[in-house]
């Protein structure tokens, strides 16, 4: 069992940025890539980005595209969400994912509780 653990949620306004975390296992954090997911009430979750074990390849959501961003440090086992000019339809729970394996076009076998999102107008 791998335990993933969000942080970094809040309620803020429209335009404001938020950085989300998600600390991983130590031993094994670096070997599978981390994805990111969102949903809120009434939706489907959906995928906002991933980023491979090494850092050498990610992904991002259309609907995020120049506004969010994703990293990880795997010496701190920790992957980052940076997102910026928030609208209210970001609002959503965020929950990190750890892959099957080294690419982010995988399977997320492990999930977080989630951080919850709330933009104002």
């Known amino acids: 069992q791998v335990q993933l653990v969000e942080s970094g949620g809040g309620l803020v306004q429209a335009g404001a940025s938020l950085r989300l975390s998600c600390v991983g296992p130590?031993?094994?954090?670096?070997?599978?890539?981390m994805g990111w997911f969102r949903q809120s009430p009434g939706k489907e979750r959906e995928f906002v980005a991933a980023i491979s074990a090494e850092s050498d390849s990610t992904y991002i959501a259309a609907s995020v595209k120049e506004r969010f961003t994703i990293s990880r440090d795997n010496g701190k086992a920790t992957v980052y969400l940076q997102m910026n000019r928030l609208r209210p339809g970001d609002t959503a729970v965020y929950s990190c994912a750890s892959g099957d394996g080294s690419a982010w076009r995988g399977v997320y076998e492990y999930w977080g509780r989630g951080t919850q999102v709330t933009i104002s107008a």
């Open positions: 130590r031993r094994t954090f670096s070997r599978n890539a």
